[in-house]
């Protein structure tokens, strides 16, 4: 509930949406995410895409998953600022190797790059608005 609060007296643009829309957003982009980096990371285990394609899908999940802490554990708007300009640039990096192996992958997480652009924008937003 705290970090609820917190979160509640930032300022944020007239543009953000409702704090509620979050955890359904991310709730279907979990359902992409788990499906088509997992079937990334079967296919490399399998040795039909090379090891070095992973990279990315992999520090993208890193990336994501420093999110939250990042920004309600420990509060702090910048360091999530840059956290998710890394899942934006591994998520870019992660699609663009997978296109000539897997085109799907790339075009299946279309939402979830759409949503990861708005979501910087609105992040370095709120960063600037309380610094």
């Not at 359902?31 to 090379?50: E, N, R, S």
């Not at 939250?68 to 699609?95: E, K």
């Amino acid at each position: 509930m705290e970090t609820y609060n917190w979160y509640t007296t930032l300022l944020k643009p007239t543009w953000a949406p409702p704090s509620w829309l979050f955890g359904p957003v991310w709730s279907v982009l979990y359902i992409i995410i788990a499906l088509t980096f997992g079937y990334v990371f079967y296919k490399v285990y399998q040795g039909d895409i090379p090891k070095l394609v992973a990279l990315p899908f992999a520090l993208n999940l890193l990336f994501n998953a420093a999110f939250t802490p990042l920004q309600f554990g420990l509060q702090n708007n910048f360091l999530a600022a840059i956290d998710i300009s890394l899942i934006l640039i591994t998520l870019l990096w992660a699609l663009i190797v997978i296109y000539p192996y897997q085109a799907f992958v790339t075009y299946a997480n279309i939402p979830y790059l759409l949503w990861v652009i708005f979501a910087t924008i609105l992040q370095f937003t709120i960063t600037y608005l309380n610094w």
